[in-house]
């Protein structure tokens, strides 16, 4: 070529990288083989990165080992409520800067699924909506109703506005190549009968209309409508087919394990039954498939939803919670992805054609018109190996998996088969010691009079609290004649309480009687113990805490919270007292709450004393604080709270979330990766605190003197707290 050409050639290189698309067409369609990018088919391979639930500083290790994992596709939900926390105020700053975050995906060369929703579910507080929300004037959520669907239309344009004045869709030469709206609706919908269907139908119709360049996407929606692509989310999605023959079949979440909720075990999922489900996606004719979770991250903060769902958000990912590789989970989804790689000239040029090997046995071969073909040998039989006999070759298919042949010769991978060596987290002693003790408890005898006020009866939570706080004082007095019987030795009253969740913890004239815990699946509970009661007036004081907001069920923004009654008083001489209608005097937060005292720069007037009881167990509502210098070295950093009971911890300001030391419950007995796996086939922990190690960023630290503050609800010893390394070991 003469130099004048090559010239023309660089030319036309660099005006189309500064101009884009205008020059150079870039499109994202679909036909019924898959996603079509700039009239490319491609088979995409994908993981859930919420930019959430780590920080800035780790996203582009994170989308790195993402790449070099196989992946083509980072996919991320959208959080309204973090984004828009009070309605018309727009934050996307720090964890929250969603543009910064897209555009690490898209200088790692990658492209991005953005699920804008805006109802996430996610185990997120409140599915993601805003709380604000709930209090619009005649709001029904996610129904045919105007409110709710003017609030959701403004914020999904603002998202697709943004994203179109940064350039991000793959139409404008940016990464994202598909959007979701909504979420897994379609059972919600059809409880909801006409209305969620018409709700539906307008949803899809307002996203289409935005213009976006990119196809739409609604998960677990058979009735979308076009040009909408339904899809699967599930453990295994083999048996989905889209709802128009015309549309390729996505698999928008592929569980790679399963969420925490305090109270319960550790679940973890099989590498050799998750590339399995993934093969079996594969051969059927899938050519999309999102890992959720591919890093799960941290529920910093009150972000965690549920309620009772764990901060941390590990979810047995490839990528652990901390940002590193999980093997041999890591490493036997690579070699899967360069597998299937192999075989997509293959897979996308042709239909399978299916033949049995045996009983619970198949192939399914791809033999395109050029090139070479490529087979799928399949053994579902979750007990036996299997010899097969395919192109007059010999084969033994291990139980319960997918031999991947991409000449149609070959082996390059057997799901069963794990070639890559497992490592082990360690939790080391880092040279960081906590010092300067000190503590403040709450003071239960004087109430600020004017964060306080007094209704007759029973009032809901988040009414109150707005979920500003965890946290909601009921407060009554009681007076007991001098004549009861159980002053002179009979028995002591009791005082039942009954909880719409999610804890609570009771005083009777400043002193601790009790407490008792809802669970995820059964929020409201009952407390009914002894008390100690005296002649004369009485202070009964709830506490209330809440452990997230629900984020799935049907008009799930109209459950209650807190404590609604019955509440009474037993053994009396009178009988029954009850407590439901009497003057109740309500405070929403705590006192260290309202004077900030997670700041370092506390007011003066805050008056902290002391730790001097350190190593002994505490009072309940205790804030502790301490100081500590960064460890040396670059391991992820996590706070070892072993020896506390429950509350939340903040390390320089920052929460970085819920604790709490409550053991799990299960069926721990081992776990197999052959055959239909749920999560209660391979349980892990029980016995053991739920969450013992909470994630510390290190990019929130100083070199020196980092204040750590704790509230504690029910006492612990916080001498025992440690900072420690987390690292990998063969």
Known sequence: MEPRSNFKWVLLFLLATQLGCQLVSCSVTYDSKSIVINGERRILISGSIHYTRSTPEMWEDLVMK????????????????????????????????????????????MYVHLRIGPYVCAEWNFGGFPVWLKYVPGISFRTDNEPFKRAMKGFTEKIVNLMKSEKMFESQGGPIILSQVENE????????????????????NMAVKLDTGVPWVMCKQDDAPDPIINTCNGFYCDDFSPNKPYKPTLWTETWSGWF?????????????????????????GGSFFNYYMFHGGTNFGRSAGGPFITTSYDYDAPIDEYGLIRQPKYGHLKNL???????????????????????????????????????????????????????????TLPPWSISILPDCNNVAFNTANVEVESTKIEMKPSDSDMFSWEMFTEDLTVSDEGSTFTATGLLEQ?????????????????????????????????LLVQSMGHALHVFVNGEHSGSSFGTRKHRRFTYKETINLRAGSNKIALLSVAMGLPNMGGHYETWETGVLGPVALYGLDRGKMDLAWVNWTYQAGLKGEAMNVISANTNSYMKWTQDSLIGQKQKPLTWHKAYFNEPDGDEPLALDMNSMGKGEAWINGQSIGRYWSTYANGDCQGCHYAGVYRPLTCQLGCGQPTQRWYHVPRSW??????????????????SKISLVKRSTVQ
Request: hydrophobic share 35%.
């Open 66 to 109: 993402a790449k070099d994992g196989g992946l083509d596709v980072i996919d991320t939900y959208v959080f309204w409520n973090v984004h828009e926390p009070s309605q018309g105020n727009y934050n996307f700053e720090g964890r929250y800067d969603l543009v910064r975050f897209l555009k690490m995906v898209q200088k790692a060369g």
């Open 185 to 204: 609706y379609g059972s919600v919908g059809k409880a909801y009968g006409g209305a969620g269907y018409n709700y539906m139908t307008w949803a899809a």
């Open 260 to 284: 925490t909720e305090f109270g319960g075990p550790i679940y973890e999922r099989p590498v050799q039954d998750l590339a399995f489900g993934v093969a079996r996606f594969i051969q059927k």
């Open 337 to 395: 992805h360069k597998a299937i790689k192999q075989c997509e000239p293959a897979l996308l040029s042709a239909e399978p054609d299916i033949t049995s090997l045996g009983n619970l046995q198949q192939a399914h071969v791809f033999s395109p018109k050029s090139g070479p073909c490529a087979a799928f040998l399949s053994n579902y039989d979750p007990n036996n190996a299997a010899k097969v006999t395919f192109n007059n070759k010999h084969y």
């Open 462 to 494: 988040i009414n109150i609290t707005r979920d500003t706080s965890d946290y909601l004082w009921y407060t009554t007095s009681v007076d007991i004649g001098s004549s009861e019987s159980f002053l002179r030795g009979g028995e002591p009253p009791k």
């Open 701 to 718: 630290l100083k070199s020196s003197n980092n204040l750590l503050v704790l509230f504690e609800e029910l006492g612990g010893d916080p």
